[in-house]
């Protein structure tokens, strides 16, 4: 069979021409060609699109439209249900992103397998291992079950054949990196077959009423593609974050169109696979020790979930040059900030030191309602003091010096005291009066570490 015509479109521009170029002809873009598939996808659509417009379904009362979340299947993983936004929807495509290793195909295997023990048909693509090897996981994670089906091939069109003859409820597709399409030439990974396998596998889940969980891997920019070139094709982006030598894992959703993008789930890998954590509020607490100078513990809300979690800072003298500051899971700007305001408002000077500042359990936490707490980790390293016991803080700090409260205060202080904690000390709210007992306000950053430093 003849390779199908394909054209280099732009990703800036949409322009399309019939060569590859560095740059495009149509905006001057570099770099922004991207072999594409041309002719046969618009032949084979016209025609059913003049079809459904001449035909009565093309316009239904919204009401008699089947609500997707009546069908919403349940993962079996609460964790990985609360980020979906309640299950996986039949019909769509799901993309599963992550770092190599990270255990993307851990995660779905197991939801597989949960799946198919509800009794729901289940297929697993696998292009990356062979079926002996998913057999091996599938052991040490439970996932031998009835219903599970296997299909081990790098090739799309077979993939395509398999999820149509079995019409599973979830097929897992492991992963877009893999597959290629014969119809074009490029290899597998790169930008032109990962968007044709995506955008194929995503009619496939419609037309079928299957849900597709597309497995990417993140990689550096350049010839391999990665999601980041999915986000469009799909339904829903989720992310399974981690350190790899750690065992956390987060899943957060980059994109949702079924659901809130704000939710994170947390898991935690475990011999026998990923499983959800007792109590993830508790989770991200380093231990309930006395405390240490250095750390400061703030109730971040993740989604609609808060979350306690301790952030340390170390502030060590610097040796010759530029003093060395380093960030993991915060802001590295947003802690540049925090020593300045610091030196210009309370009179802590962090000049002459390194700066370490890091979120116990591999969390990333973006709100600014950190940064009291990230400010006073640092006082208190700085002054070699702890933070008073049992003092959780939230609040935003402006340039100025001045507090503000943190979003949802109140909800913060009833985590706070449900997990032993006395007071939250946050930044005046606008306009609030009447504060509920446990709640302090500082007025600004030198009230703050007044009221936050022990002695
Ligand atoms: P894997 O799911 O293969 O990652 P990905 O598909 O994202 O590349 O997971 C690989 C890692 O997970 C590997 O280093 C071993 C670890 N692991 C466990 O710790 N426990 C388990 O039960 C399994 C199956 C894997
Ligand atoms: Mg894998």
Known sequence: MPAVRTQYVCQQCGGASPKWAGQCPTCGAWNSLVETAAAPRTASRAPSAARAVAGATAIIPIGAVESAEASRVPSGLGEVDRVLG????PGSIVLFGGDPGIGKSTLLLQLAARLAERGLPVLYVTGEESAAQVRGRAERVGAVVDGLQLAATTDLDIALAAIESSTPALAVVDSVQTLTSGELSGPAGSVGQVREVASRLAEAAKGGGTCVALVGHVTKEGTVAGPRTLEHLVDAVIYLEGERLGTTRLLRAAKNRFGSTDEVGVLEMRGDGLSEVADASRFFLES?????????ITIALEGTRPLAVEIQALCAPAGYGSPRRA??????????????VLARH???????????????????????????AIAMALASSLRERPVRAATVLAGEV??????????????????????????????????????????????DIRDAVGIALEG
Not at 86 to 89: A, L, M, T
Not at 288 to 296: Q, R
Not at 327 to 340: C, F, H, K, S
């Open 288 to 296: 309930d020790e006395t405390p240490t100078a250095g750390a400061a």
């Open 346 to 372: 309370a009179g802590l000077n962090l000049t002459g030191h390194d700066v370490y500042v890091n979120v116990a359990g591999g969390l990333r936490i973006d709100e600014p309602a950190a940064d009291l």
């Open 398 to 443: 402006a340039l100025s010096g001045r507090l503000r409260a943190a979003a949802r205060a109140e909800r913060r202080l009833l985590e706070a005291s449900r997990l032993g904690f006395e007071r939250l000390v946050t930044g005046p709210a606008r306009g609030g009066e009447g504060q509920p007992p446990g709640l302090v306000v500082a007025r």
């Open 86 to 89: 309640g299950g996986f929807v």
């Open 327 to 340: 960030t993991t899971g915060v802001d590295a700007n947003r802690v540049l900030m925090l020593i300045a």
